[in-house]
């Protein structure tokens, strides 16, 4: 009698490897793990050049690779990752930001350094040098706010050089998530920028007690949305037997009428996705984080977060269910109704600068999603648009911010202190102003241009109710963005007024912003047509 050997598991084929088309992200997660090693084996008074220069490369190295890729639509690692004209625009955008964000991370003459030195561990070598800052982050994150240990710390001149290594490795996972042709990678992605994320909002230098309830809420309700996100991803492969997004845009074609799962995990995922990008109903930890977080992370997660949580949506849109789209266009346009309303009108009670941008963010989020409604060609163009012009207007708003300080160093961020501010720095209140009037889209600046691209998407896609809904909350928007440019400009300023800092990073990165507004809004055009050629989709 023969016998024949059982198989216990399936054969599984090993998928190839295209390193050419990951290299963007390789590049990051390699040098990510560089600047690991970099805090296990450097001397710590070598570690902060290190970081800042190898941080820089990689990002820049990460860059150059992403424009080598230009043209490319193809997948790779079977399938699970898509390179094509969506993906490495928004990777490049993000590559952008991300080189400002580390450059404003790495800002340490914006706080003064404390001189006393006594007790155990203080009289380092970091501690003797004379004329280097402080930068933003907490000197020892273990150690309780306001401890003998704390003080010693500062007095020591430690500075935490790990944020570099977690911001690259959020990096890395941002630009993987808008590239995920997959839902399980796509969740890997998402777990991959959130983790460094909840750790660096918790490592302010002062406020820490704030500090550490944002970094606290963040990681509960972001650990929700993940449950959530991977709910839906259950409920979609239960409905396609796949989790590949041309997979189960072919399952849901060829049973149109037998969808119920596949609504049901559609809904899961946007939980997911919406929590990252801010909108409501999920937007109520965005004041408190932004508030909370370090600036500098404030400005990087602002940016980068919603420009890789909007490409994943976006992706999952066309290339998933372009089949439910009668049914998730009314839903999504509700959610865009609510959000830029809820932001508009929140942010005129607001009395604190980084609540105000923050939930003037949550309103620029519904403007996004209106482009995500119009479920056509300039409706994704536009997107890619707004997600850059919004991105480094952003960045260059929080920048400011960090430039206005209290005796004490400590951010002077509550309205009233930011009295008579243009009177006392002319320079700087100009900026801000144009900021704030690109974020109220004023004509001539990368603002106007983007709502305007949006809603004309909108208006070709029937989705009219949108751009009156759009309008009246950019009207609103207008008013308390007026309000600040009539305080800083109007108004004496109060007995105790801030003073403002020049340090020489941080104003690099606000004239930029502020010259790349003025640009985007004069000369708009060769950036739409890049958008345009870039809104391609590969299954």
Known sequence: MTTH???????????????GLLSPMLIVFGVAVAA??????????????????????????????VVRLAGTESTAIAGAVAIDGVTLFLQGTILVVSILGVLFIAERSAQPR????????????????????????TPQASAVPGSADEQAAIRAGIATTEVFPLTLLAVGGLMLFPASNDLLTMFVALEVLSLPLYLLCGLARRKRLLSQEAALKYFLLGAFSSAFFLYGVALLYGQAGTVRLAGIADAIAAHPSEAMLALLGLAMLAVGLLFKIGAVPFQSWVPDVYQGAPTPITAF????????????????????????????????????????????????????????????SVAHAGFIIVGLVAANDAGIAAVLFYLVAYGLGTLGAFAVVSLVREPDGAEATALAQWSGLGRRSPWLGAVFALLLLSFAGLPLTSGFVSKFAVFEAAVSGDAVTLVIVGVISSAIAAFFYIRVIVLMFFTDPPADAPMVITPP????????????TIVLGLLPQSLLDLAERASTLVR
């Not at 030195?117 to 982050?137: E, I, K, N, Q």
Request: proline fraction near 4%; aromatic fraction near 6%; glycine fraction near 6%.
């Open 505 to 516: 990073l941080t104003r690099a990165i606000v004239l930029l912003t502020a010259a790349a």
């Open 301 to 360: 997660m602002a940016a980068a977060t919603k420009i890789a949580a909007v490409g994943a949506m976006l992706r999952i849109l066309q290339i998933a269910v372009p089949g439910l789209r009668d049914d998730w266009r009314p839903v999504l346009a509700a959610v865009a109704i609510a959000t830029m309303v809820v932001g508009a009108v929140l942010a005129v009670t607001q009395t604190d600068v980084k609540r105000m941008l923050a939930y003037s």
């Open 36 to 65: 690991v090693l970099v805090e296990a084996f450097v001397a710590r008074r070598y570690r902060y050049g290190i970081q800042v220069i190898l941080s820089l490369a990689g990002l820049a190295a990460a860059l150059a690779a």
């Open 5 to 19: 050997p059982i198989p216990l598991a399936a054969t599984v084929a090993t998928p190839s490897i295209e390193y």
């Open 114 to 137: 404390v001189e006393a030195r006594s007790g155990p561990g203080t009289w380092s070598l970091a501690a003797a040098t004379v004329g280097r800052g402080a930068d933003a982050f």
